[in-house]
């Protein structure tokens, strides 16, 4: 796992899958609000007019020069639940993200965000 001081050096680089097929740009780093570790990443992806951000564990990650690769398939991140360029993810729907991945989904203690934009 990376220290979220770096993996926020990524961001505006390309995003690729395991089979380097990119998938487009990083564009924000989301941490657990339990541990402040980074746990998903947003992807800048769709066309010039009609951009949207993905998004996809950071689990098991790792960087290249210039990229970042991702675990998941280039189809199953760009399926993922979604948000506008300039959107912001409803508490409502972050367990939508977790389990679009099957990772398992537990809102805080006292029903807090499980997820929080650095």
Request: charged letters at 30%; zero cysteines.
């Amino acid at each position: 796992m990376f220290e979220a001081a770096d993996i926020r050096e990524w961001r505006g680089h390309d995003v690729v899958d395991a089979r380097d097929h990119k998938i487009g740009e990083l564009e924000a780093v989301y941490v657990d609000t339990a541990t402040d570790l980074p746990s998903f990443g947003t992807v800048r992806v769709g066309m010039p007019t009609r951009r949207r951000l993905v998004f996809v564990p950071l689990d098991h990650a790792t960087v290249g020069p210039g990229y970042l690769k991702v675990t998941y398939g280039k189809k199953r991140v760009k399926d993922a639940p979604s948000i506008g360029t300039d959107g912001e993810l409803p508490a409502s729907d972050e367990e939508a993200v977790f389990k679009h991945y099957d990772l398992a989904y537990e809102p805080g203690a006292g029903g807090e965000r499980r997820l929080a934009r650095r």
